[in-house]
C-alpha cells in the first residue's frame, strides 16, 4: 500500500545539454537514460513527436536531427547534445499556416486517427528535401520505416506527390 | 478511389474554399475539420495529458503462463525514495470489486460454476504478461526502477495452450468455473439433417484462423484523477465505446455510474475495436489515484500492449460442411468452431455469434447449423477487432466453397454465381433471421470478372505472361466472390451469452431493449452551433461527418459549426462507434437534432413576433415570418433565448435503431440473433503471385468494387475501405500472435507481429456502386469493417487458384498463409 518515503530520491547524475529545437537554443539538465522521444516530448512540450513502439519499427516519433530524419525514440537526449532538431511543430509558420507537406496530407485524405502523420511528415520532408519529385517506388522506399495502420498507403502515396508539386520551385 | 483514377466518385478537395458552388455537402469529400490540429502537432491524445502533480504507474507482470503466486515481496521496492505506492491483490480486494466478465455464470454437469478477473492477478497467474503488482512513482522511468524491485515468487503450473486440447486437458485453467469450455450453443436453422442427408454431396474442410489483432499505433493510455470532496473520479482514457462499457470501470471501482466521469479526447490513435476492453488500466489508475489523492497516469508500452495487453482477438479452428447437389446447388452449410478466447473471457464474447448475420454470406442457403464453443487458454484474454469474429467465418466458408466447386469439376465463380441471392429476393431473410437490405450481388461478380478479364487480355494474368512467371517458380491466380459487410448493430442480442437461452424461447418483442444514439445541440450567442456526440472517435472523421450533415440541414457553412464530446456521466448509455454503426445511427441522430433545434428556433421567433409557429419558418440560419416581411437571425434568437432564461437554446435528439422500425426484425430482435439491419457489400480480385522457392505471396494489385448505398462522404468511406483492405492484407500473410508449448508469447514486438509497411499495401483499384438502404434515413448502410472482412478470404481464394495447377491440397487452409506454412504445403507434394 502507499509508502511514506520522508528521504528524497537520490539526485541522479544528470548532464545539461544545449540543442536548437526548431530555431530556438534549449539548454536542460537531463539523465543520461533519457530518451530523446521523452525529451521532446515531456521536457520540451513538444508533443506532436509520437511514440509508438519505442522500438524503432513505427516511425512515428520520427523527427529530423541536423537535417537527418531520425528515430527520436531510438537515441538518448545527451547524444543530441549539440545537435539542430526539427519537429513537426516546427513545420507550422509565424501565422500558424500548414508546411506544404501538412497541407497536402489534409487535401489528399492521408491521416485517419493521426498518430502516425507526425512521423510521415516528417519522413516526407526528407525525402522530398533530397528527391524532389520521387517516383511510386522512391515514395515506397522513402517511406517504408514508417507504420500507418488506418490509410493503407493509397492517400500518402497521393500527399507526398502533392507535396512535390506544391514545393517545386519553391 | 483507385490510384489511377477510375472511380464514379471524383472527390472535391477545393469544397472548404468554395462552399457557396456546393448543393450541399453530404455526399462530398470534404476535407476533415480533425486534420489541422493533428498536422500541426497540437492534437491533444491521451498520452499527452500530463499534469504537473501527476504520478505515473508502472506494472509487474507476469513471466509464467500459468502459475500459483506463492510470495510476493514489495519490501526492497516500497523503500525506493521514489515509491508512492505498491498495490497488490490483496489491497484492492479489500477495497474494489472484481472486474465484470463476459460470461458470469458456466453451466457444467457438476452444476454452475462461476469466473472472477481482479485487476491484479491473485493468487495464481494465467498468462504471460498478466499484472501482478502495480506501482506508482514521479515518472515512468522511476516507475519502473520500483517495478524492478518487486519480487515476485511463483510456483509453475502445466499451461494450456492449445484451444482444441484445451477441451479435454485435465488442467483446468479456472478452478471454480469447473471446465476450459466456458460457454457452448448449437444453433439449428431449417432442416439440416434433411439438407444433409438429401444432398448429392457433402463437402467438408477445416481452417485455422491465428490469433491476429488491430495493433493501433496509439497504445492504450489513462489519467485518472480521484476528487475527496466530492468522491468521484475523472478518467481521460482512450476506451472505445465509453458510454457502453463504463460499466467495467465503475462497477469494478464500486462507485455507481455519475460518480466515474469517463471522458475520451477529441484524438485517439486508432482503435479497430482493440480499446473496448482496456478498463483494467482504467480502474488501476483510478484505485491507484484515489489512495494517493494525485491524478495517476498510465501509458501502456508496446511490448505489454502485444504480450499482455487483454487485446488479441479470434483465434478460430473451424470444421465447416457444405452439403451440394450435383447441379452446383448448395443445400445446407454446417458450421462449427473452437474460439480460443485466452485466460478470461471478456466484454467481446458475443463476437462468436456475429457471423450469424451473415451466415451464408452472398448464398441462399436456408438450411444452416452453427455450432461453437468458447475455451479458455493461457493466452491473454480477447477483446474485439475490426469485422468482430465475422472475417475469421467468411474465410472459413469461401474456403470450402472453393473445396466443394473443385470436387464437383464446377469452375469456382460459376459455382458461387449459381448460389448468388438473387436481386429479386431483397430485402432477404436469412436463415438465421438477420435481412440484407439490398443489393445486386450478380451484377457485381459480373463487374469484377470483367476486370479479370481484361487482366487475362495483356495485363497481369495474360497466358503469355502467367506462362513465364511459371517458368520461373512463380505462380499467378485470383478468385474473387461477393461479400457482405453487416451494419448497424442492434445492442439487445450482444448480452445473449449472460442471459438465460431457455427463457429466451419465451421472450416477447416488448422486452426488447434497443439503444438509441444521443446527440445534443447548442445555438450559441454568435449564432454558430455545438454539437456534442455520446460517442468517442479513433479517427473515423465522425467531427466532420456531423458538421457536413449538420450544415446541411440547417443551410449553414460546416465552419460554423464545432462538433464536441460528452463524458460517460453527461451522456446517456448508448452503443457508441462501434460494428459499422456511426454513418447510419450518428447521421440519423444529426437530421433528427437539426429539426429539433429548427422547431425550437422557430418557437422562440414566434413567441418574440407574437405569432402562431406555423405562421413562421427556419430557413438557411433565420427564422422568417411567412407573410410578412420579417426575420429573425440565429444571433438574434440566441441572444433572446438567453436573456429570456439564461442560457441560448439547447436541443437533444434520440435517434432509435433503424431495424426497431421494422416488423421483419422482431425475430431476431425477440431471439436475440444478431441485428444488422444494413448490408454493404463488394468483391474483391486480388492478383496474387506465389514463389514457390520462398513461399511467399506477392499481390500485384488489389481490385475491388465495393456498394455501402449511400456515400455521406466518399473521401472517408474510400480511406476506410482502403485501411480495412489494409489491414485484411496484414491478417492474411503477416501477422500472427504465435506461442509455444510453454505459453510463452512469440510476438512480443512489432519485429515478431509484423505490420503492413507501404512496401506490402500493393495499389488498389477501387470502384463503387452506390445502392441505398431502403432502412436508414439518408441510405447509407454501415461501412468501416468491409475489407478487413473480406480481404482475407479473397487473398487466400487466389492463392488456391494461383497454386491449382501444382494439385496442392488447399494451400490457404489456415491464417496467416505465411512463407514457412505455404513451403510446408509444397514441400509434401515433392515428395
Do not use: K
Given at each position: 500500500m502507499s509508502t511514506d518515503n520522508t528521504a528524497s530520491a537520490a539526485e541522479s547524475s544528470t548532464s545539461e545539454i544545449s540543442v536548437v529545437i526548431n530555431g530556438t537554443e534549449v539548454k536542460k539538465k537531463v539523465e543520461p537514460r533519457l530518451k530523446l522521444s521523452d525529451f521532446l516530448r515531456y521536457h520540451c512540450d513538444l508533443s506532436g513527436v509520437r511514440v509508438g513502439c519505442e522500438h524503432g519499427v513505427c516511425g512515428a516519433c520520427t523527427v529530423h536531427v541536423d537535417g537527418m530524419s531520425v528515430k527520436s525514440c531510438l537515441g538518448y537526449a545527451v547524444q543530441a547534445d549539440g545537435a539542430t532538431i526539427e519537429t513537426v511543430e516546427g513545420l507550422v509558420d509565424d501565422r500558424g499556416a500548414l508546411h506544404p507537406i501538412q497541407e497536402a496530407f489534409h487535401e489528399t485524405h492521408a491521416l485517419q486517427c493521426g498518430f502516425c502523420t507526425s512521423g510521415f511528415v516528417m519522413a516526407t520532408k526528407e525525402l522530398l528535401e533530397e528527391n524532389p519529385s520521387p517516383t511510386r517506388e522512391e515514395i515506397q522506399t522513402g517511406l517504408e520505416d514508417n507504420i500507418c495502420r488506418c490509410t493503407g498507403y493509397q492517400n500518402i502515396y497521393k500527399a507526398v506527390e502533392a507535396a512535390a508539386e506544391k514545393m517545386d520551385g519553391v | 478511389m483507385s490510384i489511377s483514377g477510375v472511380s464514379k466518385t471524383e472527390r472535391t478537395p477545393q469544397a472548404e474554399d468554395a462552399p457557396e458552388e456546393a448543393e450541399s455537402f453530404t455526399g462530398q469529400g470534404l476535407p476533415r475539420v480533425e486534420d489541422h490540429r493533428i498536422l500541426a502537432g497540437e492534437a491533444k491524445y491521451v498520452h499527452d495529458l500530463t499534469p504537473d502533480d501527476c504520478l505515473h504507474l508502472a506494472l509487474v507482470r507476469s513471466m509464467h503462463a500459468h502459475a500459483n503466486i506463492v510470495d510476493i515481496d514489495t519490501s526492497e521496492a516500497e523503500a525506493?525514495?521514489?515509491?508512492?505506492?505498491?498495490?497488490?491483490?490483496?489491497?484492492?480486494?479489500?477495497?474494489?470489486?472484481?472486474?465484470?466478465?463476459?460470461?458470469?455464470?458456466?453451466?457444467?454437469?457438476?452444476?454452475?460454476?462461476?469466473?472472477?478477473?481482479?485487476?491484479?492477478?491473485?493468487?495464481?497467474?494465467?498468462?504471460?504478461?498478466?499484472?501482478?503488482?502495480?506501482?506508482?512513482?514521479?515518472?515512468?522511468?522511476?516507475?519502473?526502477?520500483?517495478?524492478?524491485?518487486?519480487?515476485?515468487?511463483?510456483?509453475?503450473?502445466?499451461?494450456?495452450?492449445?484451444?482444441?486440447?484445451?477441451?479435454?486437458?485435465?488442467?483446468?485453467?479456472?478452478?471454480?468455473?469447473?471446465?476450459?469450455?466456458?460457454?457452448?450453443?448449437?444453433?439449428?436453422?431449417?432442416?439440416?439433417?434433411?439438407?444433409?442427408?438429401?444432398?448429392?454431396?457433402?463437402?467438408?474442410?477445416?481452417?485455422?484462423?491465428?490469433?491476429?489483432?488491430?495493433?493501433?499505433?496509439?497504445?492504450?493510455?489513462?489519467?485518472?484523477?480521484?476528487?475527496?470532496?466530492?468522491?468521484?473520479?475523472?478518467?481521460?482514457?482512450?476506451i472505445q465505446l465509453h458510454t457502453l462499457v463504463d460499466d467495467t470501470i465503475y462497477d469494478t471501482l464500486g462507485y455507481g455510474p455519475n460518480d466515474v466521469r469517463v471522458n475520451v479526447p477529441p484524438d485517439v490513435g486508432g482503435s479497430f475495436g482493440t480499446k473496448i476492453a482496456i478498463h483494467r488500466y482504467c480502474c488501476l489508475a483510478a484505485m491507484a489515484s484515489q489512495q494517493l489523492e494525485r491524478p495517476v497516469k498510465f501509458e501502456e508500452d508496446r511490448i505489454e500492449n502485444l504480450q499482455g495487453g487483454d487485446m488479441h482477438c479470434s483465434e478460430r479452428n473451424y470444421r465447416m460442411r457444405l452439403a451440394v447437389d450435383e447441379d452446383g446447388t448448395m443445400r445446407g452449410l454446417d458450421v462449427w468452431f473452437v474460439d480460443d478466447f485466452g485466460a478470461y473471457p471478456r466484454y467481446p464474447v458475443n463476437q462468436v455469434l456475429k457471423p450469424l448475420s451473415v451466415v451464408t454470406n452472398?448464398?441462399?442457403?436456408?438450411?444452416?447449423?452453427?455450432e461453437y464453443e468458447l475455451v479458455l487458454t493461457n493466452k491473454t484474454s480477447q477483446t474485439a477487432y475490426r469485422g468482430f469474429g465475422v472475417d475469421p467465418h467468411i474465410y472459413a466458408l469461401e474456403m470450402v466453397v472453393d473445396k466443394a466447386a473443385r470436387q464437383l469439376g464446377l469452375d469456382p465463380t460459376e459455382f458461387r454465381r449459381r448460389n448468388l441471392i438473387s436481386d429479386d429476393d431483397m430485402p432477404y431473410t436469412l436463415a438465421s433471421k438477420n435481412i440484407y437490405d439490398s443489393g445486386d450481388y450478380a451484377r457485381t461478380l459480373d463487374r469484377i470478372e470483367e476486370i479479370i478479364r481484361d487482366e487475362r487480355d495483356g495485363g497481369l494474368l495474360d497466358p503469355e505472361t502467367v506462362k513465364e512467371k511459371r517458368a520461373e517458380g512463380k505462380y499467378r491466380g485470383v478468385q474473387p466472390s461477393v461479400i457482405i459487410e453487416p451494419g448497424v448493430s442492434g445492442s439487445d442480442w450482444t448480452d445473449r451469452q449472460r442471459s438465460d437461452r431457455t427463457a429466451l424461447s419465451e421472450r416477447t418483442r416488448a422486452e426488447v431493449q434497443e439503444l438509441p444514439e444521443h446527440l445534443r445541440a447548442r445555438l450559441e450567442l454568435d449564432g454558430t452551433i455545438t454539437a456534442y456526440l455520446a460517442t468517442d472517435s479513433s479517427g473515423q472523421g465522425h467531427q466532420t461527418l456531423v458538421s457536413q450533415l449538420l450544415a446541411d440541414e440547417l443551410g449553414v457553412l460546416p465552419s460554423d459549426i464545432e462538433v464536441d464530446y460528452l463524458n460517460s456521466a453527461d451522456a446517456p448509455t448508448e452503443y457508441g462507434s462501434a460494428a459499422s454503426r456511426m454513418a447510419v445511427m450518428l447521421s440519423g441522430a444529426t437530421v433528427g437534432v437539426a429539426d429539433a433545434l429548427k422547431k425550437r428556433v422557430e418557437t422562440i421567433a414566434a413567441d418574440h413576433w407574437g405569432v402562431r409557429p406555423e405562421d413562421v419558418a427556419y430557413r438557411n440560419g433565420r427564422v422568417e415570418q411567412i407573410e410578412a416581411d420579417a426575420h429573425l437571425s440565429l444571433v438574434d434568437i440566441a441572444v433572446f433565448e438567453s436573456d429570456e432564461n439564461g442560457t441560448p437554446p439547447a436541443v437533444s435528439y434520440n435517434y432509435d435503431h433503424p431495424a426497431t422500425e421494422f416488423e421483419e426484425f422482431d425475430d431476431a430482435f425477440i431471439e436475440k440473433l444478431p441485428v444488422y439491419p444494413t448490408a454493404a457489400f463488394g468483391a474483391n480480385a486480388p492478383i496474387v503471385e506465389v514463389d514457390i522457392k520462398t513461399g511467399e505471396v506477392e499481390i500485384l494489385v488489389f481490385h475491388t468494387i465495393r456498394d455501402c448505398g449511400t456515400m455521406l462522404n466518399p473521401m472517408i468511406v474510400e480511406g476506410q475501405a482502403h485501411g480495412g483492405i489494409a489491414q485484411g492484407i496484414g491478417a492474411a500473410l503477416m501477422e500472427e500472435f504465435g506461442y509455444d508449448d510453454d505459453g510463452q508469447p512469440q510476438a512480443i514486438t512489432l519485429f515478431d507481429y509484423l505490420l503492413p509497411s507501404i512496401k506490402n499495401v500493393p495499389n488498389i483499384e477501387m470502384e463503387h456502386t452506390e445502392t441505398p438502404s431502403p432502412f436508414t434515413v439518408t441510405g447509407a448502410k454501415g461501412v468501416g469493417e468491409g475489407g478487413m472482412i473480406d480481404a482475407p478470404a479473397s487473398i487466400a481464394t487466389s492463392i488456391n487458384a494461383a497454386l491449382e495447377p501444382l494439385d496442392v491440397e488447399e494451400p490457404a487452409d489456415r491464417i496467416p498463409v505465411s512463407p514457412a506454412h505455404l513451403r510446408s504445403k509444397l514441400r509434401s507434394l515433392t515428395r
Open positions: - | 525506493h525514495p521514489d515509491c508512492e505506492l505498491v498495490l497488490t491483490a490483496d489491497d484492492i480486494q479489500a477495497d474494489y470489486n472484481p472486474m465484470p466478465t463476459g460470461i458470469t455464470e458456466v453451466q457444467t454437469e457438476q452444476g454452475t460454476g462461476t469466473l472472477t478477473e481482479w485487476s491484479l492477478a491473485a493468487e495464481r497467474v494465467r498468462f504471460v504478461g498478466e499484472p501482478v503488482v502495480a506501482v506508482a512513482a514521479s515518472n515512468r522511468y522511476a516507475a519502473e526502477d520500483v517495478a524492478d524491485l518487486v519480487n515476485v515468487t511463483y510456483e509453475p503450473l502445466e499451461p494450456v495452450t492449445d484451444g482444441m486440447t484445451a477441451r479435454t486437458d485435465d488442467t483446468v485453467i479456472h478452478e471454480s468455473a469447473g471446465t476450459n469450455v466456458v460457454d457452448h450453443e448449437h444453433l439449428r436453422f431449417g432442416d439440416v439433417d434433411d439438407a444433409f442427408a438429401e444432398a448429392d454431396h457433402v463437402v467438408e474442410g477445416e481452417y485455422f484462423w491465428g490469433r491476429i489483432s488491430g495493433v493501433p499505433l496509439e497504445t492504450a493510455g489513462v489519467l485518472a484523477d480521484y476528487d475527496a470532496d466530492t468522491d468521484s473520479f475523472d478518467i481521460d482514457c482512450n452472398s448464398y441462399d442457403i436456408q438450411d444452416v447449423s452453427y
